[in-house]
């Protein structure tokens, strides 16, 4: 599976970002995107990387950190093979580089998923 993150970029505080993920291809086992969990995770500098979201393969199970639920929102369009992340009300602390990732397994809130994306870096900054 090959991820392709974007949307990242320069946001003043308060402001409202939209992330997506891109996946094609297949697991090592044969999955396709819309058989899998997806997640959104982060790493801010110096700081380990961090769950931030995650949605199960047919969206019925979504889990967020506590540090961004009621101001992120993870979806997904199966069709598009797209996994997204409204991000509202951003504070300087949400600065980081923002990755997706697939887990062939269930849903789990942790960073023990199997395929990676490359990133895309959020600023929230004034």
């Known amino acids: 599976v090959q991820l392709q993150a974007s949307g990242g970029g320069l946001v003043q505080p308060g402001g409202s970002l939209r992330l997506s993920c891109a996946a094609s291809?297949?697991?090592?086992?044969?999955?396709?995107?819309?058989?899998?969990?997806m997640g959104w995770f982060r790493q801010a500098p110096g700081k380990e990387r961090e769950f931030v979201a995650g949605?199960?393969?047919?969206?019925?199970?979504?889990y967020y950190a506590d540090s961004v639920k009621d101001r992120f929102t993870i979806s997904r369009d199966n069709g598009k093979r797209t996994v997204y992340l409204q991000m509202n009300s951003l504070k300087s602390e949400d600065t980081a580089l923002y990755y997706c990732?697939?887990?062939?397994?269930?849903?789990?809130?942790?960073?023990?998923?199997?395929?990676w994306g490359q990133g895309t870096e959020v600023t929230v900054s004034s």
């Open positions: 291809g297949r697991t090592a086992t044969g999955r396709t995107f819309n058989d899998c969990t």
């Open positions: 990732a697939v887990r062939e397994g269930a849903m789990v809130v942790s960073v023990q998923y199997d395929y």
């Open positions: 949605i199960s393969w047919r969206g019925g199970e979504i």
